[in-house]
């Protein structure tokens, strides 16, 4: 049995509902103030999924929709979701390196037409 929390990228480790996506082969999960969705084709993967301030204040209740979407049951009302508004992670990058040389100052970066290699780290 696997335990998935808050380190494995849920908004809490209390969990208010869950809804089986067959069509996908995964489960929505309404957690703490997000929305979040466990890919179990990819090893359950999870991904948080961007909301409207007035959900954000938490999920009750999770319902497929018409037109593929979500129906968000929450205490200011139903809401309709897309199921693509995933929200993307922020990253701030603070080294690029090109062919083997480092360059310090990723804002501005000119990369030669040439390069063959380019690698990053993140914070």
């Known amino acids: 049995m696997k335990n998935f929390t808050k380190a494995d990228g849920l908004g809490a480790d209390v969990i208010l509902r869950l809804l089986y996506d067959g069509k ?25 999924f961007g909301l409207p301030v007035p959900v954000s204040s938490g999920i009750f209740d999770i319902k497929h929709g018409p037109r593929g979407r979500l129906m968000l049951i929450a205490d200011t009302g139903i809401h309709l979701a897309d199921k693509r508004n995933e929200a993307r992670p922020k990253l701030a990058v603070n080294k690029i390196t090109v062919d083997g040389k480092v360059c310090e100052n990723p804002a501005r970066l000119d990369i030669p037409s040439g390069a063959r290699r380019l690698t990053s780290a993140k914070r």
Do not use: C, Q, T, V
């Open 24 to 48: 996908h082969n995964g489960i929505w999960i309404s957690a703490g103030k997000g929305l979040f969705y466990m890919d179990l084709e990819h090893g359950g993967e999870i991904r948080s």
